[in-house]
Every structure is written in C-alpha cells, then in structure tokens.
C-alpha cells in the first residue's frame, strides 16, 4: 500500500518538474532518441550544455499561437541516404507548423519510395 502511493507521488513530482522544465525535458528526450538511433556526436558531451541553451531558447522565444521547437537539419533517422548527428552545428529553431510540414513531406516521400 506505501508503495503505490510512493509511486503515485514520485510520478506527480516527475510531471510538474517536466512541465515546468519543458526545455530540459525535451534535450533528454532528443538526447535520448539519437543515443537509440546511435546518432550521438563523439563530441556531442561537450556542446551538451549549449544544446540545453538552445532547447530552453525555443521555449523562451515560443509565443502563443507560434510555438518554436529545435529541429535537426539534417534528420537522425533520414529517409533518404544522408542521416544527421545529434550536435549543435547540426540543430536549429524553427516554427512547430514548419516542422509538421516537413515530416509530412518526408513521410509522404517514404510512402511512395516504399
């Protein structure tokens, strides 16, 4: 009985931390995908800081209505033969729609080559 509600409180805890830090929460999770996609940059520790910085940025400039995210210009997991690493020359901030955008058209590419 103590543990679920341990379990209950850590995972309350675990959700207003994130929702209060969305930019650090969302460079672990970004960090967390290209380690899965073994996209990590051998110097990718170093720039760690400033990766944060730049996710904390997006949230920071994100007006209502016009939502910024950090996007990798060159995809980690590309649907063509060139794949990106996860490292600051290689992340940028753009509008959330742009973003959609152009997943969409990358999925659509996807679709047809397959």
Same mark, same amino acid.
């Given at each position: ?5 341990? $379990?209950? $409180?850590? #995972? ?12 650090? @929460?969302?460079?672990?999770? /970004? ?9 990590? #940059?051998?110097? #990718? @520790?170093?720039?760690? /800081?400033?990766? $944060?910085?730049?996710?904390?940025? #997006? %949230?920071? $400039?994100?007006? !209502?209505?016009? !939502? ?16 990106? *690493?996860?490292? *600051?020359?290689?992340?940028? %901030?753009? !509008?959330?729609?742009?973003? @959609? ?7 659509? @590419? ?5």
């Amino acid at each position: 009985m103590m543990m679920a509600i341990d $379990k209950e $409180k850590q #995972a309350r805890t675990k959700q207003r931390w994130a929702s209060n830090h969305r930019g650090a @929460r969302n460079e672990q999770q /970004a960090w967390y995908r290209a380690g899965q996609l073994e996209r990590l #940059a051998s110097w #990718a @520790r170093t720039e760690r /800081a400033e990766i $944060k910085k730049l996710f904390d940025e #997006a %949230i920071a $400039k994100s007006a !209502p209505g016009l !939502p910024l995210e950090v996007d990798h210009y060159y995809q980690l997991a590309g649907l063509e033969d060139v794949c990106g *690493l996860h490292c *600051l020359a290689n992340l940028r %901030i753009i !509008p959330r729609y742009e973003n @959609r955008l152009v997943w969409s058209i990358k999925e659509r @590419r996807h679709v047809r080559r397959g």
